[in-house]
Each structure stands twice: as structure tokens, then as C-alpha cells.
């Protein structure tokens, strides 16, 4: 076996006292050439370091030439290197053609020389090439051509910016010493070569080639030979991935997703912003948090996420998303904006009759629209978490306009009150961009008629199975919370109210019974200190206001106050369920007392507000309801109006008989 060091013999063709005089070499069009030119005088090494040559006249004007040493030197498609502790230089020719045939000389400034045959054949697979971009640690395989009567040959892999890489002997495949080049001679005409752990030193041109002499038979081991290289490879190392331009927003939020290769999925991940030191993410698989910053290291999957909250214009800057790989890092360039969002709507909070639907409106930049739409929950920690595959056939997405899309919840339980977040996904090769532009809170609501019930259900973790359970009207555990009842109380006293604690479903049930004006609000489950989202119980009372009304004509509707309060707000508004009529339908109000048709007069001192609607039309007639609400706690009164052509006729002819 041959060994692994660059060794060559030549090809001795014209022999004079034991002296090479003149030697053939052989290439291919579009491909390169190497070959070593012998001292011709051993014992002369006072003379040996002088000028070196190679050229092609018998003036030696078309050539190369050097006075140096241990270093290549070019000039043009030919190259040279003298190496100072050996017995020979070399000579590099690239891109070949059939011009190229003739004879040449290599010697030392004159004081000897060889003459040399140059010979310039057309053969398969030669002269290609190929470019590889890679990033450091990773290990990459390249495939080299070959005329299948090479078959038996040597094969070559070089690298010409250094010293020879590895030379591959006819055995089916070969370690270099380090185990770093893997090289494998297959069954076809065709080597692989495998560099492992490539780093930032790897980067350059490496050749693939075979040794030959002068025939297309295998070379015996006392056969001179030289390197006939056919492809070319262009390896490219880069550290950082790629660079991308992410805008988001001030007081919004952004999500990041940084992939890297499969290979360092198990490598510790980091971000750093500018030239700032790097936050690391020191476990796998569960959130870390720093400030507004969290981190996610996905080990299954090879990911880094990143999660930007309360955006503001300090966050702007550039951000490496990286991996740490041996001394090196792999990272992809973010280039964050934070701009202005004021014309995204503002955040909204939103009532959801619980078994009914909410529709929730979401903006997004126009150039995104023709990008993923993004809708997401916020979690405890702020992290705003996507909707499980399980729940996303009750989730309804539909584009209404440009730059607006909408989400329709169905069936609303509990488990949907929350803050929600809607945006823009942008996807590149090495990052996905979330930019997150509208919050939504949403909250649950029931609606109680006047001497009925409602049934307010606390889920809770399984840990507190045996833990005291609170239901408070307000935030329990703080000044202003109204206790209503816990698990462990005295029922019996308090006779509205029934408990059941089902701790095989982890789920704490209060009933209340006999509903009053004076039990609407805003309800929050407790244990310990942690809380469910709230609840909202919304009061109809049993009193209904008829009014018929006339086409063209008027009604005067008259909504009597069923508390005493100067804080309370007042409202007049059309829906079939109250919570929308608020949300969606508000016609006048406290704050809004004409509008339209529409107008409303305040008389605080008898506990009464009057809404007038002018110059009606059929289309009027309908549900509509008297609201007053007061820190969140609403109270409706329910009104039927009806307006009809013949109501408008039968008056007009009484008062014209």
C-alpha cells in the first residue's frame, strides 16, 4: 500500500549517466496538471537555491519563475512552489487546453535543466467544478468523477492553498491520520471524500485527480508518476448562516426560531445582542427567561426560540442566534427593528358568552399578506404559546381585507379566557419571524336572568387536590376582593350558595341560586396563590320593556337604574345577546349621548335614563337592552321595540277623524 504522504517518482523517459534529461506528463482539457521538476545535480547544494523556472520557449519569455522559497507563487494558470528541504519543485498548471500541447522546460536559472512533453487529451469528466458553501463543525461529503480506465488507479484528493491534503491509494477507502478526511473509492467511477468537523481553516480550492504515467495502465511501484486532476471544489466556510432583516413593534412582542443543522441539536445555543456578552441557554427543552427575553433550547428538533416582549426601542439592534461548536460559533444575523405600531388597533378586551362564538379582528402589515398568519395564548410567564392541534378546529381564520385578518372562536368555555396575540409569520431559510401587532383579552361571560342560577366552575391543578378552594367576587387575597365562598366553609349558612369539589376532575363548582342585581361582576377562582382567569356573570333582571312605535315616527324608551351609584355608566344598545350588544353594538351612552338618531338623556336624581330614536324605519324594530355597569359588573334590562307601517296609518287617521 502506498503511503499517505505526497510522494512522487517520475517518469523517466530519456536517461544520460543516471540523469533524468526529459520526462512526459499528461492532462485533460479544462483540467489541471501537477508535476515535480528533479534537481539535476544532487551534489551541487550550493547551487541549488537559486532561481527556479518552467517555460515554454527557448527565450523563456512564456513561463514562471522564482527566487523563493516555501511559498507558491503564480503568474497567470501556472504556479510554483520550491520547497527548500526536498530534491525537486513543483509545477501547477489549471484550466488546460489542447493549445497547451508542446514541449517545456523546468530547470535552475539556466545552470541545468529538463526538457518536458505536455500532453493535452480530451477526456470525460474533466475540467468541472463545483461550489460548496458550508458552515463550521459540520461534515460534508464531495464526489469526484473519474474515466473508468483510472479504475485501478490512485486517487487524489488535494488542497492547493496548503500542503497536500490526503492522497488515496487503490484501496476501496483510507483515513487520513486524523480521521478528518474520510476518503472511499466506490463501485462506480466515482471517489467521495468526507471532511469532518470542518472549521474556518478548511476553506479554499481542493482538486480530485489520479496518479498516471505515461500509459492509461495502473502505474507499477517503480513507475514515475504525476497528478492528473478533472474537478475542482470550491469550498466556502461561513460561521454565520445568514442575515435577516425582522421588524416589530413598540409595546408588542416578536418570536424568533433559529434552526441549525441536525448534527448540533444537542450543542448549547445562545443569543447575543451586539457586541454584548452571550446569554446562553444552559437547559434543554424548557423556557429560560431574562428580563423580556426568553429562550427555548429544543434539543428534538435542532431549534432556538426566542421570545421579545414589551418591545421597545433599547431592544433595537443586531442579534446572533447561535450555536457553540468546539472554539467556533454558527449563528444567523438578526437585524431587529422596532418601530411605531399605532396604526394597529388598540388592544381590546372582549366578552364571550361561555357555549357561544367571539370573532376577534387582527392587523398585520400589507407587504406580509401573503405570509402565515399567526394567533397565539399568552401563558403565565408572558409567553405566548400556539393554539394545540386538539383545539384549533373550534379556531377559524379568514382574511376579511388587506392587512386585517379575523379569528372566530367557537363553543367558548373557561379554558379560553386569556390575553391573546395575533401577527405576521415570515419564514426564511435558517429563521422563522413572528411579529405579534394585536392583543385580545377575553373573558368568559355568563349571562343570569334575575331569580335563576349560574354555575361558576374552577378548574385547578392536581396538586392542590387537597388545598383549600376560593371563589372571591374581585381578585381573592387583595383589599378590595369580596369573598364568596371556600371549599372548606360551612354551606349551610349561606343558602344561595352550593360547593362541590370533584377531585378526581381537579374541578372546584360553585352554584349560585336566586340571582340579584347584586351579584354581577367580575368572579376569580383561587388556591393558594394561584389563580384561574376570571369570570364574568352578567345579571338580566325579569322586568321587559315593550315600546311600539310607529314608521317615520319616534319612541321614547325609559331604562330605570337598578343601583345608586354616581360611577355607574349608562348604555343603550341592539344585539341578541347583551355582552355583544356592549362590545359590538353600542348605539348611545354616558360618555356618547347622541348619535344619530339616537340620543340619550341622563336624569341621575330619579335613577332613571331615557333613550329617544327619531324618524324610524321596520328595520328598527328588534332586541335591545338598558346597561349600567360599574367597575366591570353590568346589569341589563331587556327592550322589545316594534315599528310597523300600520301602527304609523291607525294613528294618523284617529287624529285626522
Known amino acids: 500500500m502506498r503511503s499517505a504522504i505526497f510522494i512522487f517518482i517520475f517518469i523517466t523517459l530519456c536517461l544520460i549517466s543516471g540523469q533524468v534529461l526529459c520526462f512526459s506528463v499528461f492532462g485533460c482539457t479544462g483540467g489541471s496538471l501537477m508535476f515535480k521538476c528533479p534537481y539535476k545535480n544532487q551534489r551541487e547544494t550550493d547551487k541549488q537555491h537559486k532561481g527556479k523556472y518552467f517555460c515554454r520557449d527557448e527565450s523563456c519569455k512564456t513561463g514562471i519563475s522564482t527566487e523563493t ?45 529538463h526538457d518536458v512533453e505536455l500532453v493535452v487529451n480530451n477526456e470525460p469528466h474533466c475540467g468541472t467544478s463545483a461550489i460548496q458553501d458550508e458552515y463550521i463543525g459540520q461534515t460534508i461529503t464531495v464526489r469526484c468523477e473519474y474515466d473508468h480506465k483510472f479504475k485501478t488507479h490512485t486517487k487524489i484528493f488535494y488542497r492547493m492553498n496548503g500542503d497536500p ?23 462506480k467511477d466515482d471517489f467521495t471524500v468526507t471532511i469532518r468537523d470542518i472549521s474556518a481553516a478548511d476553506d479554499g480550492v481542493y482538486l480530485c485527480g489520479v496518479e498516471r504515467d505515461g500509459s492509461d495502465d495502473r502505474p507499477s511501484e517503480t513507475s514515475v508518476t504525476h497528478m492528473t486532476f478533472f474537478k ?93 461548536i468546539n ?40 407587504k406580509h399578506n401573503e405570509t402565515f398568519k399567526h394567533f397565539c395564548k399568552e401563558n403565565k410567564k408572558k409567553m405566548c404559546e400556539g393554539i394545540s392541534s386538539s383545539e384549533e378546529k373550534r379556531f377559524e381564520f379568514s382574511v376579511s381585507s388587506a392587512g386585517v385578518f379575523t379569528v372566530n372562536i367557537r363553543d367558548v ?41 349560574s ?36 354551606h349551610v349558612k349561606k343558602t344561595r350558595i352550593s360547593v362541590t369539589d370533584e377531585t378526581e376532575l381537579n374541578v372546584f363548582t360553585v352554584t349560585l341560586s336566586d340571582l340579584r342585581a347584586e351579584d354581577a361582576g367580575i368572579y376569580w377562582c383561587a388556591v393558594k396563590d394561584a389563580f384561574n382567569l376570571p369570570t364574568e356573570l352578567m345579571i338580566v333582571m325579569k322586568d321587559v320593556i315593550t315600546r311600539e312605535a310607529s314608521v317615520r315616527g319616534s319612541a321614547s ?32 351612552s354616558s360618555s356618547m349621548r347622541t348619535n344619530g338618531r339616537f340620543s340619550l338623556t341622563d336624569q341621575t336624581s330619579a335613577g332613571v335614563f331615557t333613550v ?46
Open 413 to 453: 368555555s373557561l379554558r379560553d379566557a386569556g390575553d391573546y396575540w395575533c401577527g405576521a409569520e415570515t419564514r426564511h431559510t435558517h429563521l422563522t419571524s413572528v411579529s405579534l401587532t394585536n392583543r385580545h383579552r377575553l373573558t368568559p361571560t355568563m349571562v343570569g336572568r334575575e331569580g335563576g342560577s
Open 612 to 657: 329617544n330614536i327619531n324618524n324610524l324605519t321596520e328595520e328598527d324594530s328588534g332586541k335591545y337592552w338598558c346597561a349600567e355597569e360599574s367597575s366591570g359588573s353590568f346589569i341589563f334590562t331587556e327592550v322589545h321595540l316594534h315599528v310597523t307601517e300600520d301602527f304609523f296609518v291607525a294613528n294618523f287617521c284617529e287624529k285626522h277623524v
Open 327 to 366: 472554539d467556533d460559533d454558527l449563528f444567523t444575523e438578526v437585524k431587529l427593528t422596532v418601530n411605531s405600531g399605532d396604526h394597529f388597533r388598540a388592544s381590546s378586551n372582549t366578552s364571550a358568552i361561555i357555549g357561544e362564538s367571539v370573532k376577534l379582528t387582527c392587523d398585520f402589515p400589507e
Open 165 to 187: 491534503v490526503h492522497v488515496m491509494n487503490s484501496s476501496r477507502s483510507s483515513r487520513s491520520s486524523e480521521e478528518k478526511f474520510i476518503l472511499s473509492d466506490s463501485d
Open 232 to 324: 475542482e471544489i470550491h469550498l466556502n466556510v461561513y460561521s454565520q448562516m445568514t442575515s435577516v432583516q425582522v421588524q416589530a413593534y413598540s409595546s408588542k412582542s416578536v418570536f424568533i426560531t433559529c434552526t441549525f443543522p441536525q448534527e448540533f441539536k444537542g450543542n448549547k445555543k445562545f443569543i447575543q445582542k451586539d457586541s454584548q456578552q452571550k446569554i446562553l441557554v444552559n437547559r434543554q427543552n424548557q423556557w429560560e427567561y431574562r428580563d423580556n427575553l426568553h429562550m427555548f433550547d429544543d434539543s428534538s428538533e435542532g431549534l432556538l426560540k426566542v421570545f421579545l416582549t414589551d418591545l421597545t426601542t433599547a431592544d433595537e439592534g443586531t442579534y446572533r442566534c447561535g450555536v457553540n
Open 557 to 588: 324608551i325609559s331604562c330605570k337604574s337598578v343601583r345608586n351609584l354616581s360611577s355607574l355608566q349608562r348604555s343603550f344598545c341592539r344585539g341578541d345577546q347583551p355582552n355583544i350588544c356592549v362590545r359590538d353594538g353600542v348605539r348611545v
Open 69 to 113: 522559497q516555501n511559498r507558491w507563487v503564480h503568474n497567470g494558470r501556472l504556479s510554483l512552489f520550491d520547497d527548500e528541504n526536498s530534491r525537486f519543485f513543483t509545477v501547477f498548471i489549471s484550466n488546460l487546453s489542447r493549445e497547451d500541447d508542446g514541449k517545456y522546460t523546468c530547470g535552475n536559472s539556466q545552470i541545468w535543466s
Open 455 to 490: 354555575e361558576i366552575r374552577c378548574p385547578y391543578d392536581e396538586k392542590y387536590s387537597t388545598e383549600t378552594k376560593h371563589l372571591c367576587k374581585g381578585k381573592c387575597f387583595t383589599t378590595n376582593a369580596q369573598k364568596i365562598i371556600q371549599s372548606d366553609e360551612d
